[in-house]
């Protein structure tokens, strides 16, 4: 292999062409980005025109890729179409004459530009933009491939570098260069892992209008998800709640029974259906979901509270439905953020219990939302209770259905409401089944400050909430000393807990 080619090998070739007609592009710029880039690591150039070639030639020995651009009229082929070219860039002190290889049409074929550079002592750089393009290049004898002009031959910019290209050209048994969108470290190290002989870099570092732009688009992406309302869902067992939400505030909200009876296709279109009328007023989406969400997929802990089939693809539904991604949790871990945030936490330490059609929990400790390994972190209603028949998941023996389910075996149709406020109105087999729902919930809230010591202790959820149900919790733990006794709040963001907490945690990973 040439000396001129090994000078650079497994290195960094900086690119120095600024912006055309910017206030970077004159001679002397250029000379200065080369210097400094050689300076800091750089082992070879990439130089566009005779001018700004014999400057940096000057300037310095390092290897030199020399190239000349040129919009032509009957061509789409820019880079150094001419034979002429390729004896101006020899004779202005280019080492390595880079040329367009991809297969269009063209005033002067790919082989006569490959000849003329051997011809004038130099070697022949093939940019490309496919692997055939590059076969055909090797067999042509050119010296080294470039993956210069991959996704600039026509149809829509990609973001990312070709790595694939890269690693198929590489096979190919020629020195082949990694170049275009290189533009962090990571990606440079990339190449140079996928077997590039070289790595170009241009624009991320001589190019400080588009690294302008690149930061200055980045922040006005965070500034519009910092300003504008966020949307958010809370789909639970009994109801799914929709919501505009501006930090803790609830700018706008519409609630529909969840039809449980139906499937998560129909669940996700009601959530689609009650948030279009927002459409185009929000930033990022955020939802907080009954059951157990991991790596985009949906599951049931206990059907019976919604019975949700293992593995639904929510992530992928819901985008589909509202044409962006959403951030998903647990209502009960997004309704502790949304605590811990703006309500009953205040920022400090918290468990968040939701007594509603199950029972969720969720903990939010050193400032940070327990989910765990699979997103179950939190999920207190599964927890075993010693019953008559055997141990049985909590949430059986206190949840809202379990008030219903309950009132029916006792000869009353009565939902949780009607139960509590049966008891209200003093008939003993109502409460009864409150006392009983407490009794299991308040030995939990004593195992959870025992497990975590929060701070505090808030309870949400539709019979959490309920009047009285906390003086019972309260009634039934303050026998215990000061150390153990939590300190019970109820949800200050009420039935929007969950929503508000929802909507935080996707502006934070949007
Ligand atoms: P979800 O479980 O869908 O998140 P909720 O938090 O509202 O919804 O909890 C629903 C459960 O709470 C149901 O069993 C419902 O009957 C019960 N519930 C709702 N409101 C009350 C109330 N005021 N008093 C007692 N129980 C209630
Ligand atoms: C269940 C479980 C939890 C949920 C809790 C409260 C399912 C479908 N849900 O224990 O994930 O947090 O109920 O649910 O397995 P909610 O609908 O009463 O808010």
Request: hydrophobic share 50%.
């Amino acid at each position: 292999m040439s000396d001129r080619l090994q000078r650079f090998a497994s290195s960094l070739v900086v690119s120095c062409q600024p912006v055309p007609d910017g206030p970077l592009d004159h001679p002397e710029q250029v000379v200065g980005f080369a210097l400094a880039a050689l300076a800091s690591g750089g082992r070879g150039l990439r130089i566009e025109g005779l001018a700004n070639l014999r400057a940096v030639r000057a300037a310095t020995d390092a290897p030199i890729i020399g190239l000349i651009k040129r919009d032509l009229d009957d061509s789409p082929v820019r880079i150094t179409p001419f034979l002429d070219d390729v004896r101006a860039l020899a004779e202005a002190g280019a080492d390595i004459i880079a040329f367009d290889a991809t297969d269009r049409a063209r005033p002067a074929a790919v082989a006569d530009l490959c000849a003329a550079a051997h011809a004038h002592g130099r070697l022949a750089m093939a940019d490309i933009s496919t692997i055939e393009e590059a076969k055909a290049a090797v067999a042509l004898g050119v010296d080294v491939i470039g993956t210069t002009l991959s996704g600039y031959t026509g149809g829509p910019e990609p973001d990312d570098p070709d790595f694939p290209l890269l690693a198929a050209a590489v096979r190919l048994g020629r020195p082949v260069i990694a170049e275009g969108r290189i533009r962090v470290p990571e990606q440079a190290a990339e190449a140079i892992r996928l077997g590039a002989h070289g790595v170009v870099v241009g624009s991320a570092i001589t190019r400080p209008e588009h690294i302008t732009r690149w930061f200055a688009d980045a922040i006005a992406t965070a500034r519009a998800a910092a300003t504008r309302p966020a949307l958010a869902f809370d789909l639970g067992g009994t109801k799914t709640l929709v919501a505009l939400v501006d930090g803790d505030r609830v700018v706008e909200e519409t609630e529909r029974a969840t039809l449980r009876h139906l499937d998560p296709d129909a669940w996700c279109d009601a959530i689609a259906e009650l948030a279009a009328p927002w459409q185009g007023r929000y930033g990022a989406i955020g939802g907080a979901v009954t059951g157990v969400v991991h790596a985009g997929r949906w599951s049931a802990l206990n059907p019976g509270t919604l019975p949700v089939p293992d593995g639904y693809p929510l992530a992928d539904a819901l985008a589909r439905r509202l044409g962006q991604p959403v951030t998903l949790n647990n209502d009960a871990q997004a309704a502790a953020w949304g605590e811990y945030r703006f309500g009953a936490g205040a920022g400090r330490d918290l468990v968040f219990v939701t007594v509603s059609t199950g029972i969720g929990g969720g903990a939010v400790i050193g400032g940070r939302l327990l989910i765990g390994r699979g997103g179950v972190a939190g999920s207190v209603g599964l927890t075993l209770e010693a019953a008559a028949d055997g141990a049985m998941p909590l949430e059986t023996l206190a949840s809202g259905r379990f008030l219903a389910e309950a009132a029916a075996k006792a000869g009353h149709l009565a939902d949780a409401p009607a139960v509590f406020a049966a008891a209200a109105r003093g008939e003993s087999w109502a409460s009864a089944l409150v006392d009983r729902s407490a009794d299991v919930v308040a030995r939990l809230l004593q195992n959870l400050q025992l497990l975590f010591d929060p701070a505090v202790m808030v309870v949400g959820g539709g019979v959490g909430l309920a009047g009285g149900y906390r003086e019972r919790l309260n009634a039934r733990l303050s026998h215990l000393p000061p150390h153990l006794k939590p300190e019970i709040r109820a949800a200050a963001l009420g039935k929007t807990a969950g929503v508000i907490g929802a909507a935080d945690l996707a502006r934070r990973t949007s």
